[in-house]
Nanobody
Framework: QVQLVESGGGLVQAGGSLRLSCAAS????????MGWFRQAPGKERDIVAA????????YYADSVKGRFTISRDNAKNTVYLQMNSLKPEDTAVYYC?????????????????????WGRGTQVTVSS
């Protein structure tokens, strides 16, 4: 069982920055692929960024490329999402997701169905 707890959301003006954190419980974190998703009201939950078990491979949605950075600290069982140059369209609930794996894989995952565990989400609101 893996529990995920997001933090770091809030209200920020356009152009500002926020750093989201996702703290994970369980001994499987170091081999887990992780992802950040977001969901705006009335919209589907979409991938924002993904990272493989050791941070060696990352993925970014086109809408956040160059502005967001995903990283992880396996010693702290935590994955981060640094968000810079925020735009009003980044407003959403941001969710952390985990896919524990039986081996250390270079793969990251992009679909909601690829992930086994989810946090409750943290609200990010960007004002214009």
């Amino acid at each position: 069982q893996v529990q995920l707890v997001e933090s770091g959301g809030g209200l920020v003006q356009a152009g500002g920055s926020l750093r989201l954190s996702c703290a994970a419980s369980g001994r499987t974190f170091s081999s887990a692929a992780m992802g950040w998703f977001r969901q705006a009201p009335g919209k589907e939950r979409d991938i924002v960024a993904a990272i493989n078990y050791n941070g060696g491979r990352t993925y970014y949605a086109d809408s956040v490329k160059g502005r967001f950075t995903i990283s992880r600290d396996n010693a702290k069982n935590t994955v981060y999402l640094q968000m810079n140059s925020l735009k009003p369209e980044d407003t959403a609930v941001y969710y952390c997701a985990a896919r524990p794996q039986s081996s250390y894989s270079g793969t990251y995952y992009l679909r909601t169905n690829d992930y086994n565990y989810w946090g409750r989400g943290t609200q990010v609101t960007v004002s214009s």
